[in-house]
């Protein structure tokens, strides 16, 4: 056997490994059909209102869209981020009654309790599990809300210019239709293998997530960041870096939705985090977690070749 045939089968059977991790993390209904899911939203529900005045978040839905992480529609088109620090304080009464309305909104719809967080711009859930934690996570980082993640807590967005019908209703949404899924649609066996999964990944390499805005973000030096993770990328790959001044975020252009969408799980299943708007796929920029920004360059190069031997691209 010549060395270019024991690549090739070497590199079969990590691709092979790769779309099984794909398959575990995904709920049942998606394991086989998901490269045929189409990302057609099903519309936005409306509110309603209980006795008290209040939104009844709870009786909103009966239903949710296909999960973005199976190919399925964003929740958001483009990504909903916190309030940055100097508005919080400055419209400080204002943004705690937004942090006390996410918090009742994610209790009603997940059973989650939820707290406001001493980093500003951000909601505390208690997720009672490192796997529920960072299952949650993926899956909403993926539908274009931010989120971060330490042990069980997963951290959801906040700003004193959300408004009830828009950005407090899209990050309720949100937990709802990811608990749905992980509570509703997984079983315990499942759950299981995906706590086994994430420890493995783990092990390979700690998960990847974007610098948390609000809590000692450097604009200049994400900046720099950016810039020679684009270089590298774009000489090893090709890919061309969108204009999408995301913080945490770096943006690369895919030739179509289907190998964007197969890139973002993919690179989930790798332990990083990453989301899509359209045809650009987001890897996630942090000084401290990567901190060259090493780990995303070398897993974004290694799919990227995945992708190409699947005629994805």
């Known amino acids: 056997m010549d060395d270019r045939m024991k690549f090739d089968w070497k590199n079969r059977g990590a691709l092979k490994a790769l779309e099984s991790r794909i398959r575990t993390i995904l709920p049942e209904e998606y394991q086989d059909c998901y490269d045929d899911l189409q990302p057609v939203s099903m519309g936005s529900a409306g509110l ?83 796997e529920t934690a960072g299952w949650l996570l993926r899956a909403i980082v993926m ?88 270089d590298t990328i774009h000489q090893l790959t090709g890919l061309r870096l969108s204009n999408h001044p995301y913080k945490g975020w770096l943006g690369v252009e895919y030739p179509d939705v289907r190998s964007a969408v197969w890139m973002m799980r993919a690179m989930v299943a790798s332990n990083v985090l990453s989301r899509r708007e359209g045809t650009v796929l987001f890897v996630p920029v942090s000084p401290i977690s990567d901190p060259h920004g090493e780990t995303v360059i070398r897993s974004l190069v290694r799919i990227h070749g995945f992708a190409a031997t699947r005629n994805l691209i």
Request: charged share 20%; glycine share 10%; aromatic share 8%.
């Open 143 to 230: 539908e274009n809300v931010s989120a971060h993640s330490e042990g069980t807590d997963v951290y959801l967005p906040a700003g004193p210019g959300y408004r009830i019908e828009k950005e407090i209703k899209n990050v309720i949404t949100v937990i709802a239709k990811t608990c749905h899924y992980w509570f509703g649609h997984m079983r315990q066996a499942q759950q299981r293998a995906i706590s086994k999964l994430f420890a493995k990944l783990a092990l390979e390499s700690p998960l990847v997530q974007p610098a948390l805005s609000g809590h000692d973000f450097d604009a200049g030096k994400h900046q720099m960041f950016c810039g020679k993770m684009a």
């Open 48 to 130: 309603k209102f209980g006795s008290d005045g209040k939104v009844a978040w709870n009786e909103i839905w009966e239903t949710f869209c296909d999960l973005a992480m199976a190919g399925g529609p964003p929740h958001k088109g483009m990504l909903l981020e916190p309030g940055c620090p100097a508005e919080i304080e400055a419209q400080s009464d204002g943004y705690q009654q937004i942090v006390e309305e996410i918090c009742r909104g994610v209790l009603m719809v997940s059973g989650l309790a939820a707290h406001p967080s001493h980093i500003p711009g951000w909601v505390r859930v208690d997720c009672l599990s490192d």
